[in-house]
């Protein structure tokens, strides 16, 4: 059998951007990354920024999220660019990606997040999960009603980032897979 897909969101579970922004926690380490190195930022463009983003990277994660029996997959506005700047720094190889395309930061009547309908698709139907702090009941609701296989919406909390239970929850979840 495959392994799972777990997509990952970078802001929030793996960058605690909402923490408080003058104590960077414990165990994490301080990226500054150039206006110019990536095209959008949760929304604002870079040119409305003056100095390089400021993102917290915990270097323990990258050999937690190696150990889990998943297939790795960027999930985040990052899309190609969290192999240049996040995987070297959480010691994770080249990873694949979703590319967003048009929907990309596009708001959906709906409700759903713009990021719920191309996840379900480039699943597949194949088993996944996803790590994000901006998932609500409406993605679950979708996500059961247009995906064949398993699915865990994990949500992260963006003041505290991935911590030891979240690992624990997404290695539960993929040993349930091999049971059902």
């Known amino acids: 059998m495959n392994r799972p897909l777990l997509f990952l969101d970078v802001d929030g579970p793996l960058n605690p951007y909402a923490a408080k922004p003058e104590k960077r926690p414990d165990g994490y380490t301080t990226l500054r990354v150039p206006l110019d190195s990536r095209a959008h930022e949760e929304g604002r463009s870079f040119s409305s920024r003056r100095r390089p983003l400021r993102v917290w990277l915990n270097p323990e994660h990258g050999r937690f999220l190696l150990r889990l029996p998943f297939e790795l997959c960027w999930a985040t506005t990052w899309m190609d660019d969290a192999n240049r700047w996040i995987a070297p720094v959480l010691g994770l190889p080249e990873l694949p990606f979703v590319?967003?395309?048009?929907?990309?930061?596009?708001?959906?009547?709906?409700?759903?997040?713009?990021?719920?309908?191309?996840?379900?698709?480039?699943?597949?139907?194949?088993?996944?999960?996803?790590?994000?702090?901006?998932?609500?009941?409406?993605?679950?609701?979708?996500?059961?009603?247009?995906?064949?296989?398993?699915?865990?919406?994990?949500?992260?909390?963006?003041?505290?980032?991935?911590?030891?239970?979240?690992?624990?929850?997404?290695?539960?979840?993929?040993?349930?897979?091999?049971?059902?």
């Not at 930061?105 to 139907?125: F, I, M």
């Not at 679950?140 to 995906?147: A, G, N, S």
């Open 99 to 180: 590319d967003f395309g048009d929907v990309l930061l596009q708001e959906r009547p709906d409700g759903v997040h713009w990021k719920t309908g191309p996840l379900v698709e480039y699943a597949d139907g194949r088993p996944f999960a996803w790590v994000d702090d901006e998932q609500s009941e409406l993605d679950q609701v979708y996500v059961t009603t247009h995906h064949r296989g398993s699915a865990l919406l994990h949500h992260v909390s963006p003041r505290v980032g991935l911590l030891e239970n979240d690992f624990h929850t997404l290695a539960d979840f993929a040993r349930s897979l091999d049971t059902s």
